[in-house]
Each structure stands twice: as structure tokens, then as C-alpha cells.
């Protein structure tokens, strides 16, 4: 290992556990532990456990702490509720976008942003570049080294969680935090996840991290918890039709084209990005991202080149992967807008080979609503 790697403070942990661990983004960090099948599965049917201590935060507090975020991001956060959370885009001024984020309400005037890992930096230092030119009371604080993250995700990560965390777990919805404490530090527990199943994500000092990972391996011995490595985190969120920053989405991409329309809240006010991203709006954009099936047998991969039927390149796959749900090789890609229809035929060049693929609705997979 090199030691330019930044590690977690479950890195021994890791090692401990039998993980394979690669360079991702600059950290040392586990790439499977048993294997993506075995684990990808033990998310879908049980539950898996994760360490996305990696990821950045910054707190944002003050009086106007709320006008800036607004500033900063395209969704509106001036909704949210004590204890919320919202996913959103940060966007330069050409409206690409330089982060995906979730943003934290704590407390009034108290705000978390969680951001990319592998775009902590370039995001802190914007933050604090547009703080600087606006006015108002409020105080930007990255926190990144201060937090240790774990993710619990899976039909069982309740039942799991719920036999160390001292919170009525029940009672917390969908994107809704909670903080408690546990064994004398506070940690924050967070209905959210990056797989497409029902679970939490706990923050938490990063001393406590190995500790707590123990302790939720221990109590779902019987369920069968494993951990989980990246490559698993990766086809389950392409899974569940979520995007990857720096594959699907960039500072060359906007959100219209990106499929997050949803994010882009113009009526709220100002906002970084705004102009060019209504432009867009108005006028259209020559591509957006879809997702799609393969039809032949085979896996696309980043940076597959993606053709019509009449043969002629129209694009790339951004993300791609078998399935291990659906048992087929699955994908996302930019396309022009005259090739986005769902069920169109596309082909994928892989290894040379041009495969069929159709242009499938996203996400892949839902999991199943409870009985």
C-alpha cells in the first residue's frame, strides 16, 4: 500500500476481515471482501455493512447558513424540516454539475453537507470561495476528518441495528435523521443509503468506528450480516439507478441532461448555475442520460462505445456491470435525445463485438414493498 493512500479508521479492520483493498480515489479502501456476487446478495436478501467513512462533510451554521445553501445548490432546502435530509447538485456557473450531495438539516441554523470523497477538496474549496463573496452571518467548517461513516443497508438492516442503537429506528422515515448516543459519544443515524434497499447510515467519531462495526457484525450474526466492499456498492446503486459522480455525472454535464430535473428547484430564487441550467430547460439539451438492457449476452463497461442501429457511434457507457438481480449486463450512457425512447435499440461495443442493447426505464430494480 502506498502511503500517499488516505485511510479510514476502518482500514486494520478491513484487513482484518480478509478484504482486497485497491486505490479509490486517493483512499485506501476495500474492493470486496468474500466476493461482489456473495455480498451483493447479502444486501438484497439480508443485509450488508459498509464503510463510506471516506466521504466528506461540511457544516454550515449561522443565521444565514440557509440563504447560502441556497445559494450553493439547486434544490430547495428552504423545506426541510429539523432532522431532514435532501438529496441536491452543486452547480458552476455554466450549470454543470461539481458535486451530488445530501444535505442535513441539524438543528435551525445548523446544516451537514455530505459530499463525494474523491471531490472533498475541489468541493470544500468552492464552498469557501463563494462564502467569501456573499454576505450574511454564517460559518463554513469542513468536518470531513471528524466523522466516520458506516452504512447498514439490506431487508434486515433494521431489525439489526435496532439491537445496539438505543432509538425507536421505526420512527425514522425515509431521508430523516437522529441523533443519540452511544456509549457516551453522539452519533448520527440517517434513513438513507446508496443502494436501493431500506437502511441506515450511522455518523459517528471516528474512534468509535471498529467498535461499532463489530458490534453490528455481532448482532446480525443470525441474519447473516457481511461486510461489504465497493465493487458490491457499485452494482447495487446502478441497480437502483443511481448516479456515480465522475462516470455519470461531471462539471461537463449538467443536471438536465443528467435525468435530475427533479433536483433544479428555480422557483426558490438565485442560485449558482441558474441561468444556463434554464436555458437548457427552455431550449433543450442535444443529450440526456438513459439507462439500458442488454440484450446479448455480455457486460458493458465505462467507456464502452455506444451505436445506433444504423452502426454509427452516438455516445459511451458512463456506468456498466452485470446484474447479479436481473442477470443481464446493465448500463448507463448519454445519448441524443432522437435515441432516448424506452425499448429503442442500441449496440454496445464490447470487446470489438457490437452487442444489442434497449433503452430500459431506470431504476433497474425496485425492491420489493413490504407485506
Known amino acids: 500500500m502506498s502511503d500517499d493512500l488516505k485511510r479510514t479508521p476502518l482500514n486494520q479492520w478491513h484487513r482484518d476481515h480478509g478484504a482486497k483493498m485497491v486505490d479509490f480515489g486517493g483512499w485506501d479502501m476495500p474492493i470486496q471482501f468474500n466476493g461482489i ?3 451483493h446478495e447479502a444486501v438484497r ?3 450488508g455493512l459498509f464503510d463510506v467513512s471516506h466521504m466528506g462533510e461540511v457544516r454550515i451554521q449561522g443565521n444565514d447558513a440557509l440563504a447560502f445553501i441556497q445559494h450553493l445548490i439547486t434544490n430547495d432546502a428552504g423545506g426541510l424540516e429539523l432532522g431532514q435530509a435532501q438529496y441536491t447538485v452543486m452547480t458552476n456557473y455554466d450549470g454543470g454539475v461539481i458535486d451530488d450531495l445530501l444535505v442535513y438539516r441539524l438543528a435551525d441554523t445548523d446544516y451537514l453537507l455530505v459530499i463525494n470523497a474523491a471531490t ?5 474549496s468552492w464552498i469557501e470561495e463563494q462564502a467569501e463573496g456573499f454576505q450574511g452571518l454564517f460559518e463554513v467548517r469542513d468536518e470531513s476528518d471528524e466523522w466516520a461513516q458506516l452504512a447498514l443497508q439490506g431487508p434486515d438492516a433494521q431489525t439489526i441495528l435496532s439491537r445496539i442503537i438505543p432509538l425507536d429506528l421505526t420512527s425514522i422515515g425515509y431521508y430523516r435523521a437522529e441523533f443519540t448516543n452511544l456509549d457516551g459519544a453522539q452519533i448520527l443515524v440517517s434513513r438513507t443509503g446508496y443502494t436501493g ?3 441506515f447510515e450511522v455518523y459517528l467519531p471516528p474512534s468509535k468506528a471498529p467498535e461499532v462495526a463489530d458490534r453490528i457484525l455481532d448482532a446480525g450474526e443470525g441474519e447473516g450480516v457481511v461486510p461489504v ?3 458490491a456498492r457499485d452494482t447495487l446503486r446502478l441497480e437502483a439507478g443511481m448516479l456515480l459522480y465522475g462516470n455519470d455525472i461531471d462539471e461537463s454535464r449538467s443536471p438536465v441532461e443528467a435525468n435530475l430535473r427533479w433536483l433544479i428547484k428555480p422557483d426558490k430564487g438565485e442560485f449558482i448555475g441558474k441561468d444556463a441550467i434554464i ?5 433543450g439539451t442535444g443529450e440526456s442520460l438513459v439507462g439500458f438492457e442488454l440484450v446479448d449476452r455480455g457486460v458493458p463497461r465505462h467507456g464502452y462505445e455506444l451505436c445506433c442501429t ?3 457511434s452516438i455516445g459511451e457507457v458512463t456506468s456498466g456491470s452485470f446484474s447479479p438481480t436481473l442477470q443481464k449486463g446493465i448500463g448507463l450512457g448519454y445519448v441524443p435525445l432522437e435515441h432516448t425512447d424506452v425499448d429503442g435499440v442500441l449496440k454496445v461495443v464490447v470487446r470489438g463485438r457490437k452487442l444489442e442493447a434497449r433503452v430500459a426505464k431506470t431504476p433497474f430494480y425496485r425492491r420489493p414493498k413490504p407485506n
Open 279 to 283: 436555458e437548457q430547460i427552455e431550449c
Open 120 to 124: 472533498t477538496a475541489k468541493d470544500v
Open 45 to 47: 436478501q439480508r443485509a
Open 229 to 231: 466492499g465497493l465493487g
Open 37 to 39: 456476487l456473495a455480498e
Open 197 to 199: 434497499e431500506d437502511g
Open 310 to 312: 444504423a452502426e454509427k
